[in-house]
């Protein structure tokens, strides 16, 4: 049977399937408490009278009794006591197919770029189990970033998933716009969780420009939009993804922010009478981010690789988002607010950032030039203080003089202008290049 024929014979069923409505009991915040209509945790119902044009949809959170606890997934202006609701009697679901790359879709997977519609698309759940244990593949094909800093000293696999963790301002929005434009990624899913609604348009003209949208597909819900749109449209993103997975293809995933994500979770949890936890998270908090970040990575065919910007409040790397993610995450990035306003970019600390599968995704030889210059930066670091203030002696420390001897060629190495995207292969040559000048 045909998609279009299932559809078509889905809608059939649902239309002849009797309108059961309940009402609206009491509204307290962002919860909407509906009674008289039976429902699951995860279903949608429509709030609201469809002749007067004012149906919001909403989806389930909690259950009590015979009642249920529900958060809109729009405004709820000219929704009152006793409006009626209807229950679909089925999860968010969301249209995928080939023609989504290049398109730009909001936090509920509408199309919001002016484009066509998606019509004759098969209709899936955003929610997906991920992939058993057992039969992920291993990682063990290195993916170019374009970033020479990332490509040689913390290198990315096919399936690994990575955080960038950064304050406000550090910035993350333009490393992954580098990396959308460099990597070789058959196709890119990004998703942009909280954004403010004036980065937006620059991101995507500017940032990712029109070559970069051509390969891509980008999920957008704003820090205005509903919690619940803010919380599923990473869903909406990794479901997106996981399609072009499940088609054979490498898939990188870009999620900025899963901090804004969690953030939406607690707002959801807090609505539905969560007690509030470490810092006012909520538990469910903490047992989202496992569910939404283990569904990426390798599969028996294709694969995931996840990037995920991780807010780091008041520029504290242990607060609990980023310490739980850190703790499921195949590696981090770390950027560094002192190296940003240094006008040193990209501003990643590669001394802090670790990638978890370098010895699975390099050769000997690359492995040992990248532990050669990670050596010199670690004693460039120790004795900078002691070389300022005129107190190091030279001979002390060979890896410390041999860095000072290279550091103009090293700092022009670990610099990267927006533009200039460098393959992983060429960035191994310059580094080999670079160290052998040392020689």
Known sequence: MTS?????LRAAAHAAHPRVTGRVVSIVGLSVTVAGVAGAVGDLV??????AGAVVPAEVVSLNGDRLACLPLGPLTGIGTGSPVASTGAPLQIPIGPQLRGRILDGLGRPMDGGPALIGLEHFPVENEAPIALERGRVQQPLSLGVRALDTLVPCGRGQRMGIFAGSG???????????RGTDAEISVIGLVGERGREVREFIENDLGPEGLARSVVVI?????????????????TRIAEYFRDGGQDVLLLMDSLTRTAMAQREVGLSAGEPPATRGYPPSVFALLPRLLERAGPAPVGSITGLYTVLVEGDDHNEPIADS????????????????????????????????VFGAVTTREQKAN?????????????????????????????????????????DEFLRQDMDDTTPAPRAW????????GGA
């Open 4 to 8: 279009a024929l299932h559809q078509r």
């Open 46 to 51: 429509e709030i609201g009278d469809p002749a």
């Open 170 to 180: 550090v910035g993350k929005s333009s490393l992954m716009s580098m990396i959308t």
């Open 221 to 237: 819900a704003t820090s205005d939009q509903p919690p619940l749109v803010r919380l599923r449209a990473g869903f909406v993103a």
């Open 325 to 356: 993610a850190r703790s499921i995450l195949d590696g981090h990035i770390t950027l560094d607010r002192r190296l940003a306003t240094s006008g040193h970019f990209p501003s990643i600390d590669v001394l802090e950032s670790v990638s978890r």
């Open 370 to 410: 990248a532990l050669a210059l990670r050596r010199m930066l670690a004693a460039h670091r120790d004795v900078r203080e002691l070389v300022e203030i005129g107190a190091y002696q030279a001979g002390t420390n060979p890896d410390a003089d041999r860095a000072r001897e290279l550091w103009p060629r090293i």
């Open 429 to 436: 040559q310059m580094l080999e290049t670079l160290l052998a």
